[in-house]
């Protein structure tokens, strides 16, 4: 069950983000994002809303790894 509260792995913000669809690019599956308000960035929202599960600690590395491959 995906959580319903948003911790921002960057900024730690618990503000509310606004949610972007995107149409994924194949390899990425990635069809939502999180924009935090605080500190602007673009988060996958499986990882802003750590669905399956995963706690903030797991969510701030997959969000390291994410970053590094972005750019």
């Known amino acids: 069950m995906p959580s319903e509260k948003f911790i921002c792995p960057a900024c730690n913000s618990r503000k509310q983000p606004v949610i972007a669809h995107i149409e994924p690019i194949y390899p990425n599956m990635i069809t939502e ?4 308000p ?6 996958p929202a499986h990882l802003a809303y750590r669905w399956n599960g995963i706690g903030i600690k797991k969510a701030r590395e997959e969000w390291k790894k994410y970053r590094k491959k972005k750019f």
């Open 33 to 36: 994002l999180a924009m935090c």
């Open 38 to 43: 605080d500190c602007n960035a673009d988060i």
